[in-house]
């Protein structure tokens, strides 16, 4: 059930320029009962791969409009660069906020930091959580912080589009709540995903990600 095993032929796609699919930190089954294996494999050595790939299309041709001053070709490619580079960042955040053995509550200063911004974490938890029920469609419930405010905030973005880029919040934490995130499990009942989902949150890849940014 590995990861290795599904990304080595992208090996043949790729050179050292191009984008890669990053390993999983753990098994496909290792979020089991909270995310099945099959949502994992699915997940990540095929959506994720395919983000993967077309954004290595889409920057090839970006760079031959480029070469050649096509301005109207460079305009027409943004929508792809944008979706597809920001399900390749989103994803990438996503696979290591999550762990085995996470869930629980955070500490030390990204608790306080919660605390302070939100009042307490279940209050933290909860708005999150109704954040991402909330998205209509296909996007990401998010945690990023606030480098000018020097605070968390808690956002929504649709689709594919990736945090910094559209808001400039720093990611910290990301919720994806695309149906293929969750559907061959829960169904179309995404809170009840989302309720499952704490368990199994990485919240020192969480801090970890906290104090960098503060850096």
């Known amino acids: 059930r590995s990861s290795a095993k599904l990304v080595a032929p992208l090996g043949c796609l790729v050179s050292r320029q191009k984008h890669t699919l990053p390993d999983l930190p753990y098994d496909y089954a290792a979020l089991e009962p909270h995310i099945n294996a099959e949502i994992m494999q699915l997940h990540h050595s095929k959506h994720h791969a395919t983000y993967v790939n077309n ?5 090839e041709k970006y760079k031959e409009a480029l070469a050649k001053g096509d301005v109207t070709t460079q305009v027409s490619l943004q929508p792809a660069l944008k979706f597809n580079g920001g399900g390749h960042i989103n ?7 999550l762990s085995p053995n996470g869930g629980g509550e955070p500490k030390g200063e990204l608790l306080e930091a919660i605390k302070r911004d939100f009042g307490s974490f279940a209050n933290f938890k909860e708005k999150l959580t109704a954040v991402s029920v909330g998205v209509q469609g296909s996007g990401w419930g998010w945690l990023g912080y606030n480098k000018e405010q020097g605070r968390l905030q808690i956002a929504a ?12 919040l720093i990611p910290l934490l990301g919720i994806d709540v695309w149906e293929h995130a969750y559907y061959l499990q829960y169904k179309n009942v995404r809170p009840d995903y989302l309720k499952a989902i704490w368990n199994v949150i990485n919240w020192e890849n969480v801090s970890s990600r906290y104090a960098t940014c503060k850096k």
């Open 55 to 59: 954004l290595n299309v889409a920057e």
């Open 157 to 168: 973005c649709a689709n594919q589009d990736p945090l910094q880029g559209t808001t400039g």
């Open 91 to 97: 994803h990438s955040i996503f696979w290591t906020n």
